[in-house]
């Protein structure tokens, strides 16, 4: 089984470094292999979400550039199967409310964390993920098997779950093909 | 012929001519030539000799020596002619020796066979010389004294004809008496044209007649004749009046013999007169008017009186003698009424009339007002509060008249009274508004609090996140490794250890543990950085005027309020080189933190913070200015105008007081210095705070 991949995203290096490093030492005894990326800036985390898959996305609520909220809708449109776990230490109630509801947050924590909460939650999280992808195989199947999924399509969004982008080719004017997208 | 030859026949007068000759009875005389043949009684009285002297003397013995000579020749004639002679003026000397002149007439008086006989008559002058001797006299002193008087005089007889001027008169006239005198032209002298002058009237008894056209309404009797007054144009440079006088002169038979007019020059006294008459007139109309004011004035002040918005009463004891309407309104009586009371009936009782009066007896006794306020009665019963002012009046009779001016004051003591009453009730509310009003900056202080401490909790909130994440971790680690310390020492075998060392991720731990402890430290000393930044933000330790370095208060400040400004703007800094600031630190730093929230909450989306700081003179006083300037949505100039008004804000309901910049606003007043604002919509806004650096100036 490929690892799964966490995202962590939050502007200040610390907090990325501390949350590594816990789950590190949390998860290492589960029996699924995690590798787990960083990014302090919303806008790479952005670019990262649209090349490889990811099981959990972990974001702060407040960043320079892109709010935590825009960020997990992108991330939402993208990925719909990445679990979204927003980590806030902010304490503005109506614009938590606003996340939870538009970016469909998962599940919510707050600065400072424990650290045994931390691991229920990323536990559950990555469930959560595994649940969400059967449930769209199964759907895909079932489609299939009534014809209203062309195996082709099939295919395409099973890479597409496992590769997100993969199944975008974007040409320029000369009808060469762009590798590399920018946002 | 001489008497020896007439001795043949003693001449002899006739006897019946004797007789005839003895009666009559002017003095006659008969000789012949030589001696007194007859002298009757009155001959011999008029030479004072009997008849046997006279018989014994020549026919002119009786002559002086002046004259015999003439009645000598005259005799002879007489004797001699038949012819009328002349009388003959001869001067006789009497027996007593007086001297008598006569008129002497001879005749011859011959009897057919007689001889010829002179008869001489005599007439006596001497009385009638001697009267007219007199009346010469009479006349040289009569012209004498009218020549003489100074006042001038005229006389006319009665033809009219001046036989008087004297000098006074000519020098009055300008003529000078040789042109008068003789003449029917007395006029010469007062009228250019001939005009009967009074005494011309006098003279002809046509004065009742024709005076008063002459002489105007001035003609009266006077206790010799009559007098008036003219103005005669000639006289003098402008004319005279002249007081003019004319009586009758009568002779010794009170027949008129003339008239006698005198004149005065009375111009002097005539224009005096009509000078005084026209004061005496002026002064008429002055006192006409003056008394025509005065009436007018009584009547003014009778009607100022009556009609005055103050009563007015005059007493005399407990008498009232006089009232005005005002007097009638205040104590609720019809006038007539009132005339039917005594002063003391409008006091609320007997004694303090009397109390009153001896109040005001002192003053009064001066001469000056009396200023009272009481409470009277009206004759109804209703209480007043009344003020007054009392005068003494003029006095007549033995009782004093006072004048008592009254004012209602009642409703003014009520209004002050309710005025009282409102004025604490104001200062309640006014305190009440006050404590409000401090309670409602708490609420700002506290809801600016209240954001900055919810900026700072997450400010906070990530050091102590990832420390305490770390101390996790930490604990982790140890424990681990303290595991394989204890097996090792144990002598644990080998695949335990290995086994505990591969559980430890020991690898990762020795590589992974000196970053969690500098992360940790790091975070660490940001919430104690942040914590001091609190402090000198607020400035606790300080509630005094200090010197402080308002750059690194501007620092702090931002620090604190970083978790507002950090994700919407840049942060550009441009401080200058500033003198320690006598202030409030802790306030002005409340005021940076209020600028520089505004500045990051009209940012949209993303922009530039620039926070500049320098000193500048002006007024001849040192003054720091921090500027903070935003690249925000900038505020219309209505918007502007309204900014420092406490409570007015541009942002949704429930999102900020109002109050900031109101209350930077009266911290920055209190400090001596004043707040610039600068700004477009669309381009962004500019605050400077400038503030003495010397501290506020004394008020």
Redesign the interface.
Known sequence: MNALRLLLVDDEPHILAALSRQLRQLLRGDAVELRIEQAADPREALRLLRERPYALLISDYRMPGLSGVELLREARRLQPHCTRILLSGQVDRDGLAGAINEAAVHRFMSKPWRDDELAREVRAGLAEHERLRREAETLDQVAAEAGRLSPQDRELRRLERLEPGITRVVRDNDGAVLMDLDA | MNAATAVATPLRVPAAAAAWLAAVSSPILVSAGGRVLQANAAMQRLLGHSADALAAMDWDAWATDSSRDALRQHGLRALTSDAELPVLEVEACTASGAIRVLEVSLRKLQDVDGPALMLLTAQDLSDMRYVQQSLLDMGRLMQQIVDSDPVPSFVLNTEHVVTHWNAACSQLTGLPAYQVLGRREAWRGFYDAPTPLLADLVLDERVEAEGPALCGSSLRRSASGWECEVFLPRLGTEGCWIFMSAALLRDSEGRVSGVIGKMQDVSLRRRAQDELRRHQQELEEIVAARTAELLLTHHDLDAFLENAPVGIVATEGTRIVRYNRTVCDIFNLKPADMAQCSTPDFFVSHEEYRQLVKLAAPKLAQGLGFLHELTMRCPDGQLLWVQLIAYLGNQDGDVPRIWWLLQDRSEVMRAQRELSENYRDLQVTNARLAEAQNQLLQSEKMASLGQLA?GV??EI??????????L??LR??VEALLALLQAQERGAPADELARLRAAA?LD?LIE?LP??LD?SE??LSRVKKIVQDLKDFSRVDAADWQDADLNAGLESTLNVVMNEV??KAEIVREYGPLPPVRCLAGQLNQVFMNLIVNAAHAIEG?GRLTLRTGVAAQAGREFAWVEVQDTGVGMPPEVIKRIFEPFFTTKPVGKGTGLGLSLSFSIVQKHGGCIEVDSEPGRGTRFRVWVPVAGPVAA
Do not use: C, T, W
């Open positions: 919810a909790a997450h909130n990530n050091p102590i996140g990832f420390v305490n994440s770390n996790g971790s982790r680690y991720d990762y992974d970053q969690l992360e790091e975070g950090k994700y993303h």
